[in-house]
């Protein structure tokens, strides 16, 4: 049996409408996100362009940044077979070629890579990385940058710890901010976010993202957008 394919599934199934509340009140402010990268797509990619997004869950943030762009095929991956028939309702409105793949994003892009004939303008993530290692990021980060045309970009989206802070603090930090200001859970979801955010989330700092970028061959970083508690930001790796 799969495991990590089966926690991600119940994980999808039990949490998801807890993650529908915190994601309608914009608690991590998907909308910001959304609308930072619609208008990063709409500046960068005036031409028909193929984006990868990895760990789309129902690609709702996405969905809202792909309208009247120049999109021309989307691939969503995501381990969870839930999530993805969400996914798939979700991106109908969406006028383009579209593939999903329920896989693990770390074989994925390496089975992509490996393809040499795939590769992608664009190749996104949003609040899934924080859920690798270290070493797993490093390896996704390599295989990206692989799959990417040149000129082409990863757009990473994900929690950051700040300057000198270590995964401690910052859990704390996040954890203290959601008890106080995520209004519109039960004190039932916050115990699950708490449990789960303990237990699965490693952020890197910034620093870290662009290290490893610089490593496998990225020739330019930017940050477009940081949210308004300073836990997440919005990167764009450049080949
Ligand atoms: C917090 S949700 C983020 C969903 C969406 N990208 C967003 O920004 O709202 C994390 C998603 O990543 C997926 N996920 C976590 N680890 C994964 C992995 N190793 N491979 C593929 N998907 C993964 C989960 O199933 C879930 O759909």
Known sequence: MNTL?????????KNWEIYQKVVVN?????????SALYNFLNDYCQTPFSLLELGCGDATLTVQALLNTTIASYTGVDLSGVA?????VNMVQIQCEQTFIEDDISKVVEKLAQNQKQSFDVVMTSFVLHHLSLAEKDKV???????LKPNGVFV??????????DREHFINRYLENMYQNWNALSSQDMLMIDNHISTYDFPESQTTFYELAEKHNFVDFKCLY??????AQFLCLYK
């Open 26 to 34: 914009n608690y991590m402010e998907h909308r910001e996100f959304s």
């Open 226 to 231: 940081k949210d308004t508690i300073e836990s």
């Open 5 to 13: 394919k089966t926690q991600s599934d119940d994980y999808f199934q």
């Open 156 to 165: 990473l989206i994900d929690t950051v710890l700040k300057k000198e802070e």
């Open 141 to 147: 980060i390599q295989q990206v940058s692989h799959l």
């Open 84 to 88: 993805l028939e969400i996914a798939k």
